[in-house]
T-cell receptor, first 113, second 113 residues
């Protein structure tokens, strides 16, 4: 069974803080993704990575950065958290050759005050 | 501008009846479509998919229909069960970018016992 884990289920941070969200997958997947989910907007892609140290911007990368130093781990960084980054953050992974079947973690609900 | 649309934010259906969830897309370059299901406090899970060369795919109680000329797909659940109550996301992939999945905003299905 594929397992994607996220470091926190709930986080409360203050405006201006640096925030790290960690994601780990155990299936040796090449691809990893970070999404945010907001009501009425569905899942929007922030960044993805198809290999170690590789990253690609998604649809809404502003205010975020990512790090992938090891194949199994993909980190999302909010350099200076703002209230409009309050959201549900979902990490996913997939095989490089796979056709879109992504495996998701349980999500991190982030509240920025 | 959303390329994948789910115009019904919510749907209620009696247990045992058919649930029909609809999805429209705007980009004719999409050639693979997926449905994901999401329970509260969990990440989305893959449900069923269809290639653009087909017009129907069936998996147990779940059937997805694709009408390419109308750029429309639908997910049918027969019979609906209370455990089907969840948010359903329609998603699409382009042939040129198999790794990147475009998600719709989701439809919340409630199956009433």
């Amino acid at each position: 069974d594929v397992k994607v884990t996220q470091s926190s289920r709930y986080l409360v941070k203050r405006t201006g803080e640096k925030v790290f969200l960690e994601c780990v997958q155990d299936m040796d997947h090449e691809n990893m993704f970070w999404y945010r989910q907001d009501p009425g907007l569905g899942l929007r892609l922030i960044y993805f990575s198809y290999d170690v140290k590789m990253k690609e911007k998604g649809d809404i990368p502003e205010g975020y950065s990512v790090s992938r130093e090891k194949k199994e781990r993909f980190s999302l960084i909010l350099e200076s958290a703002s209230t409009n980054q309050t959201s549900m953050y979902l990490c996913a992974s997939s095989y490089r050759a796979g056709v879109g079947t992504q495996y998701f973690g349980p999500g991190t609900r982030l509240l920025v005050l | 501008d959303q390329q994948v649309k789910q115009n019904s934010p919510s749907l209620s259906v009696q247990e045992g009846r058919i649930s029909i969830l609809n999805c429209d897309y705007t980009n004719s370059m999409f050639d693979y479509f997926l449905w994901y299901k999401k329970y509260p406090a969990e990440g989305p899970t893959f449900l069923i998919s269809i290639s653009s060369i087909k017009d129907k795919n069936e998996d147990g109680r779940f059937t997805v229909f694709l009408n390419k000329s109308a750029k429309h797909l639908s997910l049918h659940i027969v019979p609906s069960q209370p455990g089907d109550s969840a948010v359903y996301f329609c998603a699409a992939i382009m042939k040129t970018s198999y790794d990147k999945v475009i998600f719709g905003p989701g439809t919340s299905l409630s199956v009433i016992p």
